[in-house]
């Protein structure tokens, strides 16, 4: 089992920056694939970005590229999400999430295997 666990979730101004963190524990081998994945408010769960510790490789979405990127330290067992230039439809709760190795419909099918419990970031006009 994995256990995952957001942090870093606030209200931020239009054009503000935010860094999410969410740190694994437990058998992070089974982990090696680290996404974010936001609800909306009215909207069905999107995935926002993932990274592969094992491979290096990176996606993301493609309206977020250019304001969010997304960082994976394997020593800390911790990934990131850097949001730059926020915006009120931003606003959302945002999901770590983890499995063994990124696919390619990973990012676009959520498909993960273990899950955090989200953290809120508001983006206020």
């Known amino acids: 089992q994995v256990r995952l666990v957001e942090s870093g979730g606030a209200t931020v101004q239009a054009g503000g920056s935010l860094r999410l963190s969410c740190v694994a524990s437990?058998?992070?081998?089974?982990?090696?694939?680290m996404g974010w994945i936001r609800q909306v408010p009215g909207k069905d769960r999107e995935g926002v970005a993932n990274?592969?510790?094992?491979?290096?490789?990176?996606d993301i979405v493609r309206s977020m590229k250019g304001r969010f990127a997304v960082s994976l330290d394997n020593a800390k067992s911790t990934v990131y999400l850097h949001m730059n230039n926020l915006e009120p439809e931003d606003t959302g709760r945002y999901y770590c999430?983890?499995?063994?190795?990124?696919?390619?419909?990973?990012?676009?099918?959520?498909?993960?295997?273990?899950w955090g419990q989200g953290t809120q970031v508001t983006g206020s006009p």
């Open positions: 990274i592969d510790g094992g491979t290096g490789r990176v």
């Open positions: 999430a983890g499995r063994w190795g990124c696919r390619s419909w990973t990012l676009r099918r959520h498909g993960y295997n273990y």
């Open positions: 437990g058998n992070t081998e089974e982990s090696t694939c």
